[in-house]
Structures are given as C-alpha cells and as structure tokens.
C-alpha cells in the first residue's frame, strides 16, 4: 500500500490560503446554487416542458460527471495545474449558462445544457481535491473553507428570491398573472449565474499553485480504480449511488413543493427570502452553515459511520415529512434537515475519499466519486424524479406524497444497508493510508 505524507497535526495552512479557497467555494457554489432549485419551475412553466422532459435535461446536464474522472482528474493529476484548468473552465461555463436564459427550442436545451455539464460538472470535485491538497488538517480545516460554499448557495439564493420579490411581482394582477411572471423572471438566474463564473474564472488565476503529480501509472482514473479494494469505500461509492438519486428528488421538486403550501405570515417570509422557493430552500443551506462549523469539533470523537448514519436517518425525516405532514409547521423544520443530509453524509463522504486514497490520484478519486454521486446518480435520479413526478399527476396537480413518499423508502433501504455493511472504526482505520510518515 502506498504511504502518503501531509503536514504534521500541528502545522496551520496560512490565513492567505484559507481566504482564497473560501472565495473559490463561495463563488463556486453560487453559481450553481442561483439556478438549479429554479430550473424545474422554469423550464415546466414557463418554457412549457413536461415533468419527464425537464426529468431528462437534468439527467443530460449530468453527463458532465461522467467524463470528469477520466478528463479532468487525468488533466489535474497528470498534465496541468488545477487552477488554471478552472479558470479556462469557468469562464466558458459562464459563456454557456447564458445562453440558457434564451434558448427556447428542445435541441437548444439539450445542447447548451450537455455542453454547460461538460464544463462545469468537473469543477465541482477540482476545488475538493484543490482545498484538501493546500490545507495542512482536512479535519479542521475542510469545513471551515467548505462552509463559504454554502453561504455563496445561501447569498444567490436568496438574491435571486428578492429579484423576483422587487422586479417581477406585479401588484393589483390575478395570482396566476404573478406566478407567470415571476416564473419567467427566473431567466435572470442563469445570467447571474454567469457574471459568477466569469468572476470566478478570473480569481480561479489568483489560487494556490497545484501542479500535477507523477503516479504509478500515467492514467491516474485507473490507478484510482484500485482504492476500490478497501471495504469502507466500496460501501460507501455503492451507497452513495442511490442517495445521489433520491437527493434529486430534493432540488428538482421542493420549490415547486413549496409553492403549494399555505404559509402563515407569506408576506414576512417572502420579505426575507424572496419568493419562486429558492429562497426559501436556503433555510437547508443555513442549517448546512451550522452543521459545518460544528462538525470539526466531533470528528475525532465519533466514527465515519456515526456521521453517515446521521445523514442518511435525516434524508428519512425529510422525506417523511414531505410526503405524509405537508404542512408548514413540519415542512419548514425538514428543510433544515438538509444540513445533517449534506454535512453527515456527503460533506464527511468527501473526506472518506481523501484520507483513504493515496496523494497522486486523489483528484482522479474525488472524480470518481463525482462520478457516482453527479454522474450515474444524478442521471438515473432525475430520470426517476420525473418519471414519478408524471405517474403522481393528476391533471395539473402533483401527489407529492406518492412523489416524496418512495425515495423515503429508498433512504430506508439505504440506512440498513449502511448500518450492516460499512466497517467498524478499526477496520476501516486498517485500510487507511498511514499519515506523516
């Protein structure tokens, strides 16, 4: 087994250091997080395509983490730094998703959304495997830096909900007049979305140097491939797979969801997260902040398979809540449970697929990984999410408990598993590689 070296428990990664990969993740996350609760509602509304349709350009726009271990793992691990790579790919991600405020034809959706995933999808475990190469303690350091991701979901969030709040809400107009327009102001969020990438692209020249690393093999996806040996990560990629799927269920459907529920004191709540439910989803993101920060405090005292047991029994509570209490007094509490589903299952996934791979492929494992959660499970969820989400209509309504109800029972499923397979503390410890030698 490959030994790796790190910087011993007492060594602190610089203040300058630690600022710039905060911006990269805050500006990283923004991007993504100022359209994605927002597409379905779009593309359904306004655009006029079926829940099915909308199903598939969501599983076409995961095609990108598919190809991400095998393109730009090799890039980064093998033949250029990381940082350049993600300023060449951030600016053209923020060309294409602009476009996507336009185009209105069925092949246009399809062709600028497979291009847009081809770009961005592989930044997303690029800034994972940049962070972890330049902080000295991924236990304590990760979240701290990981955390600012989040709050640039939470800012374009809630940016893009006072948007519509101010600029396409129009008074004295019927209900269904407003819904209109503020489903079709949600074009804006796309545009935002690339003046963020441009943004990011530019700062992406200012980050740390990541040069490529010399491996055992001169195709690091393969050499990747074989860490799969260990039992904790085999577990935990074929877990993985299925929550990456029902997860889609959560970003696909709640902001429509949540256009459904009576809200007592609407009028307060949309002051402060705006309205379209992207918004309002932040208050998953804003319990995430608070779930990243005390993570560090707890990850040297309980397991990896403490923490993923937590994540996975708060995607239950989620969805249950979804499904059989659609009301606001427990709806709005199980959208803060999406900081324990994130920060206990895949937040500490993250860091099981570093510490446990070896230094010269771990951009290439952190791909893979990808590959599982934004690839094949992003892919069959959002086929799945819009395959059920047809089945539960009836005429123009959805039956939210039949279309929140099964990927419950998938979490369940999961949970069981989990408990059963994943090893013990001391057994995955012994496939571990050995640190500061």
Known sequence: MTVITSAPPQAQTSLDIRVRLSVMMFLQYAIWGAWLPLFFSFLH??????????????????????????????????????????????????LLVWQLANVVS????????????????????????????HLADRDRDFGKVRVWGTIGWIAAGIGIGQWL??????????????????????????????????????????????????????FAPVEALGELRKPALLVLFLISFPIACVHQFYFVHTAGFLGTLPLPGASAINRIFGVGGGGLMTIGQISELLVLAFIPFFTKRFSRKTFLTIGLLAYVLRFAAFAYLPHAWAVLPALALHGLCFGCFFFIAFMIVDEMTTKDVRASAQGLFNLVVMGFGVIFGNYLAGWIAQASMHGTEI???????????????????????????????????VVGK
């Open 165 to 218: 709040l101010y600029h396409y809400t129009p008074a004295g107009v019927p209900a269904a007049a407003v819904r209109a327009s503020q489903v079709a102001g949600m074009a804006d969020a796309f545009r935002l979305s690339a003046i963020l990438g441009f943004v990011l692209g530019v700062f992406c020249l200012l980050l740390p140097k990541t040069p490529p690393q010399r491996g055992k093999t001169q």
């Open 45 to 94: 509304e306004h655009r006029g395509l079926t829940p099915l349709q909308v199903g598939e350009l969501f599983s076409i726009g995961a095609i990108g983490a598919l190809v991400a271990p095998f393109i730009a793992g090799q890039i980064a691990d093998r033949w250029f730094n990381t940082e350049k790579f993600l300023a060449v790919s951030h600016i053209l991600g923020g």
């Open 106 to 133: 069925w092949n246009g959706l399809v062709v600028f959304s497979l291009l847009y995933a081809l770009i961005y999808a592989p930044t997303l475990s690029l800034t994972n495997s940049l962070a972890f190469h």
């Open 399 to 433: 039956d939210y408990s039949k279309l929140f109800g099964i990927p419950m029972f998938i979490c369940i499923a999961c949970l069981l598993a989990l408990v059963a397979f994943y090893p013990s503390r001391r057994a995955a410890s012994e496939w571990t590689p």
